[in-house]
């Protein structure tokens, strides 16, 4: 990094100065800001009802078909 860029280095850091735009850096976590966690504890819900549905399902001999 001793050699200094010259004037096509130069052109190429001004045409990429527009990604580091605030605007544009972690747009989508800045407006949602809750979205990961509700991701997650969403998924953790669907996993707990899946296993709570293994474990305290009534199986299918003891069911009666009264209920139509």
Do not use: C
Not at 51 to 58: D, F, G, H, L, R
């Amino acid at each position: 990094m001793g050699k200094p860029l010259g004037s096509t280095g130069e052109f190429f850091r001004r045409r990429d100065e527009w990604r580091k735009h605030p605007m544009l850096t972690n747009q989508f976590r800045h407006a949602t800001p809750g979205l990961g966690i509700a991701l997650v504890a969403f998924g953790v819900y669907l996993v707990g009802e899946q296993v709570y549905n293994k474990i305290y399902a009534p199986s299918s001999d003891h069911s009666s078909s009264h209920s139509h």
